[in-house]
């Protein structure tokens, strides 16, 4: 196995591979960079403080998020690129001449695949977490002077609080900020002995220093008459740090970070299955793109000269399409709490590796 990896045939093989993947990705995301800054550009159109600059540094600050989805993609059309190029090529017909198994072409690629997820999460994730905070703080800039723009996450978020006064749940439709303006909120407040006082709805909260001040209020309290107020505000203790850990979406926090998400969010009784599921995914994704090398080389290992290259090119993209969709389903299951996070994160994993390497065993040992 050793030498399967490390031979020379090998490196050649996996630097195909690498080559391949990095130019689709760049691809994908210099496209993806310009089809966002052209969108920005046209929404930005009537705003004066929008600068071409500004606008740039907005697109290209939130599409490495966007890069971290497509990434199992890249490796897919990369690995089915390298294979069939090396196919046009003859290479694949003289190694197999000499005697080099399926096996020893996928080998190396895996292995390349499984170093590029970790470095992706261990490292990439990170930083695209950081720029995509730094894109929402560029477009609230941006945007923030139209009372029609309000750039937010989507909810609905709950934050638990207790002062002195008793205790109050806050449910808001969304948030910017990493929490700290709030929007379509609801308060549920409690007095020190856990009785229900009062609801009330605001249209924004913008978290102050000691209070929450409230915009568009209205009050239902227990048996009495309901009041509206165009201002107000809600007594605090709570810091941007601790509102941020209850606000901000998994996506948007790094994987270092996750594990200390998680326990908080469940320190204070809130649902920590999303936090939990993209820490699963991220562990999980160097797995995943080994077994996307697999599954992308079960449909492109076939000879040029044998034809069908179009079915198998379709048969991949097909492929990653039910991935996609497996990947979808499982997380909205896992949302739902009809699936644990840790058998959402990996059930793609098994169902590519099982997949694929069953295909190479019939290809190859019939």
């Not at 080099?100 to 990170?126: C, D, E, H, K, R």
């Not at 009372?147 to 996450?153: C, M």
Request: glycine share 8%; charged share 15%; hydrophobic share 50%.
């Amino acid at each position: 196995m050793m030498r399967i990896v490390t031979g020379t045939l090998a490196r050649y093989f996996g630097l195909r591979f690498l080559s391949a993947t990095i130019a689709i990705f760049v691809g994908i995301i210099a496209l993806t960079a310009l089809i966002d800054y052209v969108e920005m550009m046209r929404r930005a159109t009537d705003l004066p403080n929008a600068s071409p600059i500004l606008v740039a540094k907005v697109s290209l600050f939130r599409v490495p998020q966007i890069g971290e989805r497509l990434m199992p993609f890249c490796v897919l059309i990369g690995a089915m690129s390298c294979y069939l190029n090396l196919s046009r090529r003859n290479e694949l017909v003289v190694a197999r001449a000499a005697g080099v198994s399926a096996w020893q072409f996928v080998a190396p690629a895996a292995v390349v695949a499984f170093i590029l997820g970790a470095l992706a999460t261990m490292l990439y994730n990170p930083a695209s977490a950081l720029l995509q905070e730094r894109s929402k703080r560029l477009e609230d800039e941006l945007f923030g002077s139209s009372p029609t723009k309000f750039v937010a996450n989507t909810g609905p978020f709950w934050i638990g609080q207790r002062t002195g006064d008793g205790e109050a749940i806050i449910n808001a439709g969304s948030s910017r900020d990493q929490g700290a303006e709030l929007s379509a909120v609801t308060i549920f407040r409690f007095d020190k002995a856990g009785a229900f006082v009062e609801r009330i709805d605001a249209g924004s909260a913008a978290l102050g220093p000691h209070a929450w001040q409230l915009t568009e209020l209205r009050g239902y309290p227990l048996g009495e008459k309901p009041y509206s107020r165009p201002t107000g505000e809600l007594p605090t203790n709570l810091t941007r740090a601790q509102v941020s850990e209850n606000v901000a979406t998994p996506e948007s926090v790094s994987f270092w970070e996750l594990p200390q998400y998680i326990g908080t969010a469940e320190h204070v009784g809130l649902a920590a299955a999303g936090y939990r599921l993209q820490f699963q995914k991220l562990l999980a994704r160097p797995f995943l793109l080994a077994a996307v090398v697999l599954l992308a080389a079960a449909v492109s290992l076939r000879f040029f000269r044998f034809g069908g290259v179009q079915k198998m090119v379709l048969s991949g993209v097909l492929a990653g399409f039910l991935l996609y969709v497996l990947s979808k389903v499982t997380d909205d299951m896992t949302k739902a709490g009809l699936m644990h996070p840790v058998a959402a994160a990996w059930l793609g994993v098994v169902v590519a590796a099982v997949v694929g390497v069953t295909a190479l065993l019939y290809q190859e040992d019939g």
